[in-house]
């Protein structure tokens, strides 16, 4: 499960979702749109055509998936009620994992219900790079003696790790950026998909 608001799906999003796929020899990676984020602001355009920009962006890559279980939900977009519906799809022995960046990663405490995520998952945090700066005392408490050093021994289990990763590309491509540049006008060359940025164009999302 790689969630997140998709506002609007870039490059960033996708190569990190086939490294993801690649480095842990996961079966799919269900890219999840949410529909009303709990810890962020109102996604910009209708979860709708935020769904069709992420089934564009996708297209025919293998092992992504535009899932829109959250957009089918009533209420804010809890990561643990989204992992308790493919635990029910999937099964019990299944591994799952949950993929989040960093930034995210910090405020994981402050979740609803951070224990619950582990009770149903795994948790992969996309590391970056250049950010050593020490965990919260709650986060270092929420993630005691549940870090594991590679993929082999995460999938040991159904659940219940956490495993730092960094991927090969890690584009530095930002959302808050290609909003900016459409508002404005400017050239989105090479930072979207080309299917994403016709899209775009063609409907004038994100248009001041």
Do not use: C, K, N
Not at 92 to 109: I, S, T
Not at 185 to 205: C, K, T
């Amino acid at each position: 499960m790689l969630g997140g608001t998709f506002d609007p799906v870039h490059l960033g999003h996708l190569r990190s979702a086939v490294e993801l796929r690649e480095a842990l020899a996961l079966d799919r990676v269900h890219m999840v749109p949410a529909s009303v984020p709990p810890l962020r602001g109102e996604p910009r355009v209708a979860p709708e055509q935020r769904l069709a920009l992420l089934r564009l962006g996708i297209g025919d890559t293998p092992g992504l998936v535009a899932d829109p279980r959250e957009l089918q939900r009533e209420g804010p977009s809890w990561s643990a009620d989204t992992l308790a519906s493919l635990r029910r799809e999937y099964g019990g022995e299944a591994r799952l994992v949950m993929a989040l960046g960093h930034d995210a990663f910090l405020r994981l405490a402050e979740w609803r219900d951070p224990e619950r995520l582990f009770a149903l998952a795994h948790l992969v945090v996309v590391d970056r790079p250049d950010f050593e700066a020490a965990l919260p005392a709650e986060l270092r408490a929420l993630i005691d003696g549940r870090e594991v050093g590679d993929g082999e021994a995460l999938m040991a289990r159904p659940a219940g790790g956490l495993l730092r990763l960094s991927l090969p590309s890690r584009m530095a491509i930002s959302a808050t950026e290609v909003r900016r540049r459409l508002a404005e006008g400017r050239s989105v060359r090479y930072l979207l998909p080309e299917a994403v940025e016709h899209y775009l164009l063609e409907h004038a999302l994100y248009r001041a």
